[in-house]
């Protein structure tokens, strides 16, 4: 993919931005997402030595070796997920969403229309701009529930890029959540030494919650691939699909500009802190994923093959990973407010401390990491969250919260988010996708990005906010 994936992160701050070494806070944020306030890190970071695993001893007991997790169901029976109706199953709300494939609702286009100049040349090429948004506000209540409004969702294959890291985080707090009871040394916190999978050399040195912060919100690519390795790909895929997001295809890891690991390959790992000491083994996933249900994956019109080629014609996204629009906001919906998943949906297996931080690190800015090199960089901060120019036009920073997570690369950008009124309490949640690539080439690093994507996101935020916060 050459530097398509990496390009967000190199964006900000150059090749050591994807490499930060501060650590993270250990302590989660509260549980209420608006009033959740993130404290900078101020551990070592990477780079320094964490505490060794305690020495074997005649008297210590064994590490144990994980058990098997409850069963989840296997890929033989989750068939394909069908193109998402209206009214789908294991929504995360109690109103049938407004959203009907490839179209619009009217409030949606009322919102549309409303948008800013750059909104508006996205919304007259929507095809060209494989433009698709899912805008649903929070009606608070007895219970809360949502109110879902779409435009063109689903209408057409979007890459997820980073976005997809999201989906993995919950996957193995859930997943760790499944196995704690028999394992209780899988904790965030604890001292994680992850061995390489050709089995030489020194193990890599780190904790779940440093590889969660980084990847999150300075979205760190290597930290993602270890997360992906630690949770496995097998039980990434079955834990989702339980949890109702069956469209969920991860065929890899994220681009480090070296030699990744298959997506399908987890190395051993050890833990040892407070809990005790655990193990997973390293294992080869043998789940073959079915087909990814979504229309017109060939993109483009030529693309730049491994090898510096040219090749005149579309680039495939078949064996790229995918997820369809609604449930990469579902799963939005299961972290920052779980209070709107329906009763009748799967519940997560996560401990609230998890999930609270996870939370707080979706709602943490990277001028706010306490990562190096991110310190006040609110130039970061708008790149890594291009919503941020259009929500600060209606509500000046320290008076509104953002919880997001984007995704760059192969010309879409997409960003997921859920925003937060302080003063008012008001909230929604916001998807979009936009396309941008002028030379219709793939892999090219020629794509629109800031001038074409980002201002529609801007523009598509602000009009977001002007509707559910009822400002002028």
Not at 262 to 285: H, I, M, N
Not at 338 to 345: E, F, H, K, Q, S
């Amino acid at each position: 993919m050459r530097r398509a994936e990496a390009a967000l992160a190199l964006a900000a701050l150059g090749a050591a931005a994807c490499f930060p070494s501060a650590e993270p806070p250990q302590t989660p944020a509260p549980a209420a997402p608006p009033t959740a306030t993130p404290a900078p890190g101020a551990a070592p970071g990477p780079t320094a030595p964490l505490p060794p695993l305690p020495a074997a001893t005649p008297s210590a007991a064994p590490i144990p070796t994980l058990a098997p997790p409850p069963p989840r169901p296997s890929a033989s029976q989750i068939p394909p997920t069908p193109q998402p109706a209206p009214a789908g199953p294991a929504r995360p709300t109690a109103e049938a969403p407004r959203v009907t494939t490839g179209g619009v609702d009217a409030s949606m286009g009322a919102l549309l229309s409303g948008g800013g100049a750059a909104l508006k040349q996205v919304v007259a090429a929507p095809e060209k701009h494989r433009f698709q948004v899912l805008y649903s506000k929070v009606l608070e209540g007895t219970p809360p529930r949502l109110e879902r409004h779409g435009h063109r969702v689903d209408a057409e294959y979007f890459f997820p890029a980073s976005a997809m890291k999201m989906p993995i985080a919950l996957a193995l707090v859930d997943q760790w959540g499944v196995r704690r009871g028999a394992q209780p040394g899988l904790q965030r916190d604890a001292t994680m030494r992850i061995h390489p999978s050709s089995g030489a050399g020194e193990p890599y040195v780190t904790t779940l919650s440093r590889e969660i912060w980084r990847a999150l919100i300075v979205s760190d690519n290597a930290s993602a691939n270890r997360l992906l390795g630690v949770v496995g790909h097998r039980e990434a895929h079955e834990t989702l699909w339980a949890l109702g997001l069956g469209s969920t295809r991860i065929h890899s890891g994220f681009s480090t500009g070296g030699e990744i690991d298959p997506a399908t390959v987890s190395p051993r790992v050890e833990l040892a802190g407070a809990g005790g000491a655990a193990e997973l083994p390293a294992r080869k996933s043998d789940l073959a994923l079915p087909p990814t249900d979504a229309k017109a994956l060939d993109v483009g019109k030529a693309y730049i093959d491994g090898s510096g080629r040219r090749v005149d014609a579309p680039l495939s996204f078949a064996a790229k990973n995918a997820i369809h629009l609604t449930e990469l906001q579902d799963a939005l919906v299961r972290v920052v407010r779980p209070d709107l998943v329906a009763p009748g949906a799967a519940p997560d297996a996560a401990s609230k401390e998890d999930l609270a931080y996870v939370r707080q690190a979706l709602g943490t800015l990277p001028s706010e990491s306490g990562l190096a090199g991110f310190a006040r960089n609110v130039v970061a901060d708008y790149q890594y969250v291009p919503y941020l120019r259009g929500i600060e036009r209606v509500r000046p920073r320290g008076r509104f919260q953002v919880f997001a997570k984007v995704g760059q690369a192969f010309g879409f950008l997409v960003v997921n988010a859920y925003v937060v009124d302080k003063d008012t309490g008001r909230s929604f949640f916001l998807l979009a996708s936009v396309y941008a690539n002028p030379d219709e080439t793939m892999n090219d690093d020629v794509y629109a990005y800031e001038s074409v994507s980002a201002p529609a996101m801007a523009d598509l935020a602000e009009a977001a906010c002007r509707d559910a916060f009822g400002a002028p």
